[in-house]
Each structure stands twice: as C-alpha cells, then as structure tokens.
C-alpha cells in the first residue's frame, strides 16, 4: 500500500490556493522551525461569509496537501462552519494521512483558527478565547 493517498499526491502536486491575500481580513501563522512545518493562511471576509482564501506552507508534502485541503473546504463557507473543521475532516477529505503525519492537518486547522482569531481582534469581536490553539501549549512538535 502506497504511504500516501492519490488525493494527498494532487494536493502536494497541485496544491490550491497558494499565495497571499494583500489587504486580508485575517492572518494566522503557526507552526515550529524545529520540526520544519510553518503555515499561513490568509482569509477575505465578507459579511460572515469567507470569499477568499490563500496559503503559503513551508514544510512537507503533507503539510502542504492538508492546507491545500483545508482552504478548499472553508472556501465560500460561513466564518462558522470554518471555525468547526476539524484536523480529522481535513485528513479525511485527502483519504487519510500515515501516523506520523497527522500533526500536518493538525496545524491547518489551527493557522485557520488564528486567521479567525486576528479577524476578530481586528472587528472588535468577542470571541471564546478556549475555542483557540495556543502555541505556548502546543504539543505537536514535541513527539
């Protein structure tokens, strides 16, 4: 059996929604140098609704297969249902990821958690502060 799926390989091959978003309404960056996968994501919000989307990922080919996966799925969704995906749903939708590999969807769902954290700081909306990754307690680069 192939380590990764075909969906995986299309992803790291033709990854989606690459770039920057300039004027964005929302910046989340996470990761750790240490274990080489660092993402940003970069949302543009209008009213509620997440009508674009980029990414630029510095790591490995899972790391970038799960943000591409990621941004596809919260792509012209409400900053609700973005705020709901989980690392699971993004592994799912590329047909799993190995073990070892499971931190990449981990830290897509998190850099879209941070973009809709700075979107809110930067509206002045109140928001649940323990619905958010914090990097201070962050386990998976500590395997």
């Known amino acids: ?10 992803h790291f091959r033709n990854p989606r929604n690459v770039g920057i978003i300039e004027d964005a309404d929302g910046v989340g960056e996470v990761g750790n140098a240490k274990c080489g996968d ?5 949302l543009k919000i ?10 630029e990922t510095f790591g490995c080919g899972s790391a ?8 596809e799925l919260i792509k012209g969704r409400s ?31 998190e850099a879209i958690k941070m973009a809709l954290k700075d979107y809110y700081d ?14 201070d307690d962050c386990s998976h680069c500590h395997h």
Do not use: Q, R, W
């Not at 990764?4 to 390989?9: H, I, L, P, T, W």
């Not at 660092?38 to 970069?42: G, L």
């Not at 930067?122 to 990097?135: E, L, R, T, W």
């Open 64 to 71: 970038i297969a799960s943000s591409s996966m990621a941004t």
């Open 79 to 109: 900053i609700n249902d973005a705020m709901t995906l989980t690392n699971k749903a993004v592994a799912e939708a590329l047909d799993g990821l190995p073990p070892v590999k499971m931190h990449c969807s981990v830290l897509a769902e």
């Open 38 to 42: 660092i993402m940003k994501i970069y």
């Open 46 to 55: 209008e009213n509620d609704i997440i009508k674009d989307v980029k990414f």
């Open 122 to 135: 930067k509206n002045g909306i109140a928001y649940d502060c323990s619905v958010f990754p914090s990097c």
């Open 1 to 10: 059996m192939a380590l990764y799926s075909e969906k995986v390989m299309d």
